[in-house]
T-cell receptor, first 118, second 116 residues
Framework: AQKITQTQPGMFVQEKEAVTLDCTYDTSDQSYGLFWYKQPSSGEMIFLIY??????QNATEGRYSLNFQKARKSANLVISASQLGDSAMYFCAMSPLDSGGGADGLTFGKGTHLIIQP | DSGVTQTPKHLITATGQRVTLRCSPR?????VYWYQQSLDQGLQFLIQYYNGEERAKGNILERFSAQQFPDLHSELNLSSLELGDSALYFC???????????????FGEGSRLTVL
C-alpha cells in the first residue's frame, strides 16, 4: 500500500516569490511514479509534473520543478515566481509501476491550499 | 479542456436511489479511472478499466459498480445511496494501461452528487 503525506494544509505566499509544497510518501514498491496536480476553485484536476522513481534528474515543467529525494522519500513541488493564478489546491500523488510499465490508480495526499497574495 | 467528458455535471437525489455517471475518455485513450473526492476522505481511487476490462480496484463500495463499453466510454453506477455518498466523482483517462507512458491522467470536470 502507498501513502502520501502533505503536511501543509494551507499556505499564504507573496506574489513573485518561490513556493515549495511538501510531499512525503511511503511505499514498498521498487518502481513508482510521483505526480503533482492542481485543482483550482472551478474543480478540475490539472496535471503539473511527473517523476519516475528511476529518474536520476529532477523533473521540470516551465515554472514547476519537482525536488525528488528518494532516500528521504520526498517529492516536493517548487513553483518559481508565483502568480495570482497559482492560487489553488495542490495534490501530490503516486502510483506503483508494474513490470510492464503500467500503473494502477493514483493514491493522493490530502492537498495543500495555496493562496498567492498580491 | 482535457478532452474527458463527464455527465451530468450536477446531480441531486434522495437516499436509497440509484444514479449513473457517464464518462467519455479522450480520443485514443484506452484506460479509464474513477475517483471520489469528499471533504473528509479526500481523493479516493475507486476503479480502473483498460480496453473494456477491469484492471484495478480501489476503495469502491459493493453498492457501486462500473463498466467500460466497447466504444470505451464508462459508466459508474451508484445504488442504495446514502448521505455520505455526496461527493465529487471524477473520471480520468490515459493512453495505456496506466499513467506510466505519458506521466499523466487526464481528468474530466467531475460530477457533483448531492444525496438528500
Amino acid at each position: 500500500a502507498q501513502k502520501i503525506t502533505q503536511t501543509q494544509p494551507g499556505m499564504f505566499v507573496q506574489e513573485k516569490e518561490a513556493v515549495t509544497l511538501d510531499c512525503t510518501y511511503d511505499t514498498s514498491d521498487q518502481s513508482y511514479g510521483l505526480f503533482w496536480y492542481k485543482q483550482p476553485s472551478s474543480g478540475e484536476m490539472i496535471f503539473l509534473i511527473y517523476q519516475g522513481s528511476y529518474d536520476e534528474q529532477n523533473a521540470t515543467e516551465g515554472r514547476y520543478s519537482l525536488n525528488f529525494q528518494k532516500a528521504r522519500k520526498s517529492a516536493n513541488l517548487v513553483i518559481s515566481a508565483s502568480q495570482l493564478g497559482d492560487s489553488a489546491m495542490y495534490f501530490c500523488a503516486m502510483s506503483p509501476l508494474d513490470s510492464g510499465g503500467g500503473a494502477d490508480g493514483l493514491t493522493f495526499g490530502k492537498g495543500t491550499h495555496l493562496i498567492i497574495q498580491p | 479542456d482535457s478532452g474527458v467528458t463527464q455527465t451530468p455535471k450536477h446531480l441531486i437525489t434522495a437516499t436509497g436511489q440509484r444514479v449513473t455517471l457517464r464518462c467519455s475518455p479522450r480520443s485514443g485513450d484506452l484506460s479509464v479511472y474513477w475517483y471520489q473526492q469528499s471533504l473528509d476522505q479526500g481523493l479516493q481511487f475507486l476503479i480502473q478499466y483498460y480496453n473494456g476490462e477491469e484492471r484495478a480496484k480501489g476503495n469502491i463500495l459493493e453498492r457501486f459498480s462500473a463498466q467500460q463499453f466497447p466504444d470505451l466510454h464508462s459508466e459508474l453506477n451508484l445504488s442504495s445511496l446514502e448521505l455520505g455518498d455526496s461527493a465529487l466523482y471524477f473520471c480520468a483517462s490515459s493512453v495505456g494501461a496506466g499513467a506510466y507512458n505519458t506521466g499523466e491522467l487526464f481528468f474530466g470536470e467531475g460530477s457533483r452528487l448531492t444525496v438528500l
